[in-house]
């Protein structure tokens, strides 16, 4: 999708997180006192913040005005080969959106390896005080509802927690992205301060971001991600950032031109994941596809894979 930035950084220090504390003792259900309820404080959006929510409203009637951000997954119009997914898959799962230059992600396209999550995903998201509560309410449902799907597709582990959790999803207004730094540098022990500086800094053009992070001892192997979603999105926008921010931050961190129907496209046709997409996760989690493998010696064990998912068609 157009206006989103995607990265996968290795050599960070270890960071375990978990989805919940360990155990502790407890007075008898009838000794302990509920705490009250809490509820966020409602904060005003800014100016400039509500400036923002009409420029990508009008953005998102533009869009739908020419026939894009589809919700149909595709379907006649989108057919694929299996010589098509293939190489769909080497673009986008072999192959950097991004390279690093002196220390910043400058948008030049290297060659990578296949990289992705061997631990459980849990995905926590996170609000910031200006967001509303009729926002929260929708995302909670659709980050959920997606989690389920994700952990269905590629038989990996994923799903939401109100703990710690590994996967960070926020919803920021732009003055809360600003403003992001210090959690942002809690949540990822060891992020280069210049890299959390270029996070923070997204501009109006960029409309998500996701950064999925390894160690330098297991480079191929996820340990943490984090992903901005600009809570003055209207629904849709929104809910296309979450399809693609989140899929990307387990390993397909690339987009092609040619792959169709996708989300993994600048050209902004398809919005929520498609079949197509659906089956460049399965192929990612297939553990018969090595991590660490670069192109040449990913693409026959991604033929074989794509084989068998598409019946043998060519």
């Known amino acids: 999708m157009r206006g989103a930035f995607h990265i996968a950084i290795a050599g960070l220090m270890a960071v375990t997180l978990s989805a919940c504390d360990a155990p502790v003792s407890s007075p008898r259900p009838e000794q302990r006192a509920l705490p009250p309820k809490q509820v966020p404080k409602q904060v005003e959006p800014s100016a400039r913040s509500k400036e923002l929510s009409a420029y990508y409203a009008q953005v998102q009637i533009n869009l739908r005005s020419q026939g894009l951000l589809r919700t149909d997954g ?3 119009d989108t057919p694929f080969s299996k010589f098509q997914l293939v190489n769909n898959f080497i673009q986008i799962g072999v192959f950097n959106e991004f390279t690093l230059v002196d220390g910043l992600y400058t948008n ?8 992705r999550w061997e631990k459980p995903v849990n995905i926590s998201l996170t609000f910031g005080p200006a967001v509303s509560q009729d926002i929260r309410t929708k995302d909670r449902k659709t980050v959920a509802n997606y989690a389920q799907r994700l952990s269905r597709v590629t038989g990996a582990d ?8 590994n996967f960070h ?8 992205i600003e403003a992001f730094g210090p959690q942002l540098m809690k949540l990822i022990p060891g992020l280069d301060s210049g890299i959390a500086s270029q996070i923070t800094s997204m501009p109006r053009p960029i409309y998500c971001a996701v950064y999925a992070f390894s160690d330098a001892d297991s480079p191929n192997s996820f340990h943490s991600a984090v992903a901005i979603v600009r809570a003055e999105h209207p629904d849709l926008l929104r809910q296309s950032c979450f399809h693609e921010e989140i899929a990307q931050g387990l390993g397909l961190s690339n987009d092609s031109p040619a792959a169709r129907p996708s989300i993994f496209n600048d050209d902004d046709e398809f919005a929520l994941l498609t079949r197509h997409d659906e089956l460049l996760l399965q192929i990612l989690y297939d553990p018969r596809l090595p991590l660490g493998a670069g192109p040449q010696q990913a693409r026959p064990v991604v033929d074989v894979i794509a084989s068998e998912l598409l019946g043998g068609s060519s």
């Open 108 to 115: 030049a396209r290297s060659e990578g390896r296949v990289q």
């Open 169 to 176: 999803v926020a919803v920021l207004t732009i003055d809360e």
């Open 158 to 165: 994923i799903g939401m927690t109100r703990g710690k959790g």
């Open 74 to 76: 595709g379907g006649r």
